[in-house]
């Protein structure tokens, strides 16, 4: 919706936990402790990483990973801010979706950043004045939300009640 214009062309959009690519420029490269909540872990590094192509795996003669080789969020390149802001879904873009209802479901336990990093979307969606935005923070609920019984059952419920042509 944000960089490829879909939103008069698709209905119903539901984000759920799981996605951390709010603001991929703070969670790789920024220090500042008032975004800590959208600074990256390294799990979370090694996963943007290797979103890019990077971070291949070395394996040792037991067959077990030996280490990951670390890729420009992990060393926090500068080198890649521009790239970091461009695939960042809430660091620029059109978030007024008048035809596309975004429902957001959100892991209210989620340890990975998935959940600030998700609140950054909604923010700009709020921010654009779309209107048709909503959001569920599933408390208690872990990151892996759709492993969870009442996050499947949530998305369900979230699909079935508003797919439908705007």
Known sequence: LTHYGFENRISLAVPWS????????????D???RNELLHYDDMGRRAIDLSYGFGSI??????EPAEMLAGPCSTRDPGFEA????????AKGDYHYPHTLVWHV???ADTYGALAQGLTYYEEMVRAGSPHVRLDVLPGAPHALTREQR?????RDVF????RVR
């Open 58 to 63: 070395e394996w040792v003669s037991s067959g």
């Open 106 to 108: 959100l892991a209210g």
């Open 160 to 163: 079935l009640r508003e797919c």
């Open 151 to 155: 996050g499947l059952e949530r998305i």
């Open 83 to 90: 790239a970091f802001a461009e695939a960042s879904i809430a």
């Open 18 to 29: 799981g996605f951390w690519m709010g603001r991929i420029d703070l969670g790789c490269l």
């Open 31 to 33: 220090d500042d402790p």
